[in-house]
């Protein structure tokens, strides 16, 4: 299986309320990744915040310019973030339903 280098962003919700949690990372594995966010299994701050939903990803040739990018986002401002995501991926719509998962609630309900 082609490992491919992913830059990623889940989230807990659409944003609307400051408590939103979203969490920026890097894998060559995004399935597997995603699986891992949506089971709890990376503890800390994903599994804390419930970040299960996959909001937006971008797809890089190389694992080192994927490292540069996510460090850059995470660096970004939160207003920035939110920005990037809704540019993409204006109704939060989960887009692991592409990887084949079940679809999440984007809205928190």
Not at 5 to 29: E, F, K, L, M
Not at 52 to 60: D, G, R, T
Not at 64 to 92: D, G, H, M, Y
């Amino acid at each position: 299986m082609e490992r491919t280098p992913v830059v990623y962003i889940v989230a807990s919700q659409r944003n609307g309320t400051i408590y939103t949690g979203i969490y920026t990372g890097v894998t060559s594995d995004l399935a597997g990744r995603i699986y891992q966010h949506r089971t709890g299994i990376p503890e800390g701050f994903t599994a804390k915040h419930r970040c299960k939903i996959l909001v937006w990803y971008e797809v890089h040739s190389e694992m080192e310019s994927a490292i540069v990018r996510e460090k850059r986002i995470k660096e970004w401002k939160r207003q920035w973030k939110l920005r990037l995501i809704e540019q993409e991926n204006p109704t939060w719509r989960d887009l692991a339903i592409d990887l084949g998962f079940e679809p999440l609630d984007v809205n928190g309900e």
